[in-house]
């Protein structure tokens, strides 16, 4: 089954800059749909935090900023902060499935 | 403001069916698509299916075609997940999540744990 591929962990000082990657394949990713990121905070839903590749919706601070390039996407936290510690989540659309299809998932740690 | 609310916690023993529902307020329900997303305890998210709440119409992932069903009852504005042939493996919490048109999930509901046990 084809999945998107994320570091099971990363981690930075408050203050630091940390990215998480997402590996995909010319069926998701690589085929040009869009990537979205959700932020779940520990016993919570998922929240929308990027979508479009690189848009924030509207509350999303802008020390997250997304990007894309071929079959990876990245997720940027700048200026890390200690709510940001949580799963991220990149999520895309996949030809061969026929549908959405998400990441291993993140755990951002702040040390 | 959007809000999702789902169901309560379910216990069920194998072989049986669940029913999750997700009640939705704040925008108009036929508007939109819902989607049906389980996490296993330390696994990713999955997607399930999705309906949409306008005209109907479902898709399921392939991976769950003939043991899920997803419906919707317009008038109470509310959808339906139910999982049937349940076993060990199905034991997560569920999550329904609203889209329009580009398949991103901006709204979720708060999650339904299912715990399939003997």
């Known amino acids: 089954q084809s999945v998107l591929t994320q570091p099971p962990s990363v981690s930075g000082a408050p203050g630091q800059r940390v990215t998480i990657s997402c590996t995909g394949s010319?069926?998701?990713?690589?085929?040009?749909?869009?990537v979205h990121w959700y932020q779940q905070l520990p016993g919570t839903a998922p929240k929308l935090l990027i979508y479009?590749?690189?848009n924030r919706p509207s509350g999303v601070p802008d020390r997250f900023s997304g990007s894309k390039s071929g079959t990876s996407a990245s997720l940027a936290i700048t200026g890390l902060q200690a709510e940001d510690e949580a799963d991220y989540h990149c999520?895309?659309?996949?030809?061969?499935?026929?549908?959405?299809?998400f990441g291993t998932g993140t755990k951002v740690t702040v040390l | 403001q959007v809000q999702l609310v789902q169901s309560g916690a379910e216990m069920k023993k194998p072989g049986a069916s669940v029913r999750v529902s997700c009640k939705a307020s704040?925008?108009?329900?036929?508007?939109?698509?819902m989607h049906w997303v389980r996490q296993a305890p330390g696994q990713r998210l999955e997607w399930m299916g999705w309906?949409?709440?306008?005209?109907?119409?479902?898709k399921y992932s392939e991976k769950f075609q003939g043991r899920v069903t997803i419906t919707r009852d317009t008038s109470a504005s509310t959808a339906y997940m139910e999982l049937s042939s349940l076993r060990s493996e199905d034991t997560a919490v569920y999550y329904c999540?609203?889209?329009?048109?580009?398949?991103?999930?901006?709204?979720w509901g708060q999650g339904t744990l299912v715990t399939v046990s003997s």
């Open positions: 999540a609203r889209s329009a048109t580009s398949m991103k999930f901006d709204n």
């Open positions: 010319s069926s998701n990713i690589g085929a040009g749909y869009d």
């Open positions: 704040g925008y108009s329900f036929t508007n939109y698509a």
């Open positions: 309906i949409n709440a306008g005209n109907g119409n479902t």
């Open positions: 479009g590749n690189n």
């Open positions: 999520q895309s659309y996949d030809s061969s499935l026929s549908g959405p299809v």
